[in-house]
């Protein structure tokens, strides 16, 4: 058989068979029989869609072949990136880990930034949710909440212990006003004034610390202020250090 495709097809083939009975003579003949065009043309479809098919299928791949390069080159951009984050917070998460404070420093530290030259002689620092500036000047109780009210915060309010003992250890210049002043309220019948300690955020004295045999029964225009101890005493005039306290978040 010739292997040579380009050669017409041949479209017969040549049969030889014998006949005979008993051992006779026997008649031989050539029968030509012809392949229908139809089914050889159907064989070449075949093969041809065979050989369609099979490129098709390649062609899906190899297009398929550049998303999955792109998608992982993608997700090994996005592992370095997360990697470079990672080591650039690392000395910042430490140091907050190390210091839940230090946060609370910096922000206190820009609240001391903010204030003019005259007005930042006093220090500003920070515990959970508060700022507290401890002054080195001295002023009346009266003049110590303006100045307070003038950089966006209050005179000292305590209403726990925890925060008490946080505001004993900042070591404050000397005796400091708090935000504790005696408040005058309605008369009962006998028609006498009567006073209650009242914090400036109208709030009521729910804790305190009063030095050991001093008179906590308010009385007019007094203003309670804290020792070098943190033990709480009063006053109705002079001058003496203050602290503010500011909320930051």
């Given amino acids: 058989m010739s292997c040579n495709i380009y050669e017409e097809p041949k479209w017969t083939t040549d049969v030889r068979y014998s006949k005979g009975e008993d051992g006779g003579e026997r008649e031989e003949r050539l029968v030509a029989i012809y392949e229908r065009a139809d089914t050889l043309t159907t064989h070449?479809?075949?093969?041809t869609h065979d050989r369609a098919c099979t490129g098709n299928s390649v062609g899906a791949a190899e297009r398929r072949n550049p998303f999955k390069a792109a998608a992982l080159t993608l997700a090994v951009l996005c592992l370095l990136l997360l990697a470079g984050i990672a080591v650039l917070l690392k000395p910042y998460i430490s140091d907050i880990l190390k210091n839940p404070s230090s946060d609370k420093q910096s922000r206190c530290q820009q609240e001391k930034n903010n204030q003019t030259k005259e007005e930042s002689t006093g220090e500003w620092v920070g515990i959970r949710h508060y700022c507290y500036y401890k002054s080195v000047e001295m002023k009346t109780w009266t003049e110590s909440r303006r100045d307070c009210e003038s950089r966006g915060a209050r005179l000292l309010v305590l209403q726990n212990k925890e925060e008490h003992d946080f505001v004993k250890s900042l070591r404050i210049s000397g005796a400091s006003w708090i935000g504790l002043q005696s408040v005058k309220i309605e008369p009962h019948k006998d028609w006498l004034d009567k006073w209650e300690w009242r914090w400036v955020d109208d709030s009521g004295l729910t804790y305190h610390s009063w030095l050991k045999d001093v008179s906590t029964i308010p009385t007019e225009e007094t203003k309670a202020y804290m020792d070098l101890?943190?033990?709480?005493?009063?006053?109705?005039n002079g001058s003496k250090h203050w602290i503010c306290e500011k909320r930051i978040c």
Avoid: I, S
């Fill in 44 to 47: 070449h479809e075949c093969l």
């Fill in 229 to 236: 101890d943190g033990n709480w005493n009063h006053d109705n």
